[in-house]
């Protein structure tokens, strides 16, 4: 079936980098856009950016510009999300997550498919 | 500060109804059909319930559905189950620069 496994818990010390995996299966991993999402802790989700898996093309969410890089390597279906210069506000819990495009306009449509999460914690 | 406004927190009885909102600007909800709501229950990942602000994709209850009018979209639960009880978000297309949006969600409490 069709899922998203992602890595496992990091804890990290402020100013360090951390990097996410998630590997696709059951599904054409080139045929859609991988976003990364993350939710502090009792906070709405908040989109990172996304990689389209086919071309390597990025596009980032204006906060993490600067700040945030985003690969894949689809000889094994993998995804990767990597943050530099950690601070305690970057605590909460990291989703790959899956998004799928508007028929009509190739606009994004929504999220249909969610890995587990993975939770990342900085602290000193 | 989200960009998409819920209100924090509903409540419903077992068999009833309730709607929850998701007011927008024109940058997002109000130019774009491209609404979807999750749901997301303690310690799990989001479940997409509704997108295209009024399709539900396969599998998901026809007890959720999704309206939009202007600035606002909403979804409503009909016939509430303890199951519902969860947070749900709202999500919105919001241009080729911003991308997307979510809501600050909404905790749905079945009483």
């Known amino acids: 079936q069709e899922q998203l496994v992602q890595s496992g818990a990091e804890v990290k010390k402020p100013g360090a980098s951390v990097r996410l995996s998630c590997k696709a299966s059951g599904y054409t991993f080139n045929g859609y856009y991988m976003f990364w999402v993350r939710q502090a802790p009792g906070q709405g989700p908040e989109w990172m950016g996304r990689?389209?898996?086919?071309?390597?093309?990025?596009h980032f969410a204006q906060k993490f510009q600067g700040r945030v890089t985003m690969t894949r390597d689809t000889s094994i279906r993998t995804a990767y999300m990597e943050l530099g210069r950690l601070t305690s506000d970057d605590s909460g819990v990291y989703y790959c997550?899956?998004?799928?495009?508007?028929?009509?306009?190739?606009?994004?449509?929504?999220?249909?498919?969610w890995g587990q999460g993975t939770l990342v914690t900085v602290s000193s | 500060q989200s960009a998409l406004t819920q209100p924090a927190s509903v409540s419903g009885s077992p068999g009833q109804s309730i709607t929850i909102s998701c007011t927008g600007t024109s940058s997002d909800v109000g130019s774009y059909y491209l609404v979807s709501w999750y749901q997301q229950h303690p310690g799990r990942a989001p479940k997409l319930i509704i997108y295209e602000a009024t399709k539900r994709p396969s599998g998901v209850s026809n007890r959720f559905s999704g309206s939009k009018s202007g600035k606002v979209a909403s979804l409503t639960i009909s016939g509430l189950q303890a199951a519902d009880e969860a947070d749900y978000y709202c999500?919105?297309?919001?241009?080729?620069?911003?991308?997307?949006?979510f809501g600050g969600g909404t905790k749905l409490t079945v009483v």
């Open positions: 990689i389209n898996p086919n071309t390597g093309d990025t």
């Open positions: 997550a899956r998004g799928t495009r508007d028929s009509v306009t190739g606009y994004f449509d929504a999220f249909d498919l």
């Open positions: 999500c919105s297309y919001a241009g080729s620069r911003t991308l997307v949006v």
